[in-house]
């Protein structure tokens, strides 16, 4: 509603969608590091078999099926928009929940520790780990190259294995020097995020902000301020 009230239909305030677009991207930078700060991998090995399994099936199944069903509403004459990917496009983000209402709700209802709630957070960090997959693939949907795919996701991987080992042996010390202040924690917090950023969007790398956004967040995942540091960047 605020989007169509300063947008050109209303007090046209914003005149295109370029004109924001730097901003919207920042915003998308900040909720998926938000995002990686709740998706602690290390819990993915305490929850069985019955998670893991159900993680990986849930999404490409839901995603294909609610896909199957636009597909069969575009033939019958409704549109979901232009070009030939339109269908998946409204179809994948059925199959993801979001992350960070749903814990905000099982927390509320103290279901973080029972049996339900821990197949449920196994479910959706299952579900923020294809998002990464789709991320990435995403960019060469319309042309996808086997060579191409593969150095997007070895760069993946290399940026992955460069997240952890920061998490591991730097950022420790640097937390622990910065742990007199909860704010400068903060900051140091927010600028490992944006240099993880400039690293993924290097020429030679050619990674998104996003996705880098989202790595970044989940390497400090594990560290016992996590939770506190998506306290402060959410309000």
């Avoid at 179809?91 to 209402?101: A, F």
Wanted: with cysteine.
């Amino acid at each position: 509603l605020g989007g169509v009230l300063v947008g050109p239909i209303g007090l046209d305030i914003v005149h295109s969608q370029r004109d924001i677009t730097d901003f919207s991207s920042l915003g998308l930078v900040f909720l998926l590091f938000m995002i990686g700060l709740e998706l602690d991998i290390s819990e993915l090995a305490k929850m069985g078999k019955v998670v893991i399994g159900t993680g990986l099936l849930q999404f490409p199944l839901c995603a294909g099926l609610m896909t199957l069903i636009f597909v069969s509403l575009e033939a019958v004459g409704l549109s979901f928009g232009e070009g030939q990917y339109s269908a998946l496009y409204v179809g994948m983000p059925c199959g993801i929940s979001s992350t960070m209402i749903v814990v905000k709700l099982l927390s509320e209802h103290a279901e973080m520790d029972t049996a339900p709630g821990r197949l449920t957070v196994g479910i959706l960090i299952f579900q923020d780990i294809w998002a990464i997959i789709v991320l990435a693939i995403q960019p060469d949907l319309a042309n996808p190259q086997v060579l191409g795919l593969l150095k997007t996701f070895g760069m993946i991987v290399a940026l992955i294995i460069i997240a952890l080992c920061y998490a591991k042996f730097v950022m420790p010390a640097i937390f622990m020097y910065s742990s007199k202040s909860v704010e400068l924690m903060l900051i140091v917090a927010l600028a490992w995020c944006f240099f993880m950023c400039c690293l993924a969007t290097l020429p030679f790398v050619g990674l998104s902000m996003e996705l880098a956004a989202l790595i970044s967040g989940v390497a400090l995942a594990t560290f016992p301020y996590s939770a506190e540091f998506n306290g402060k960047i959410k309000y």
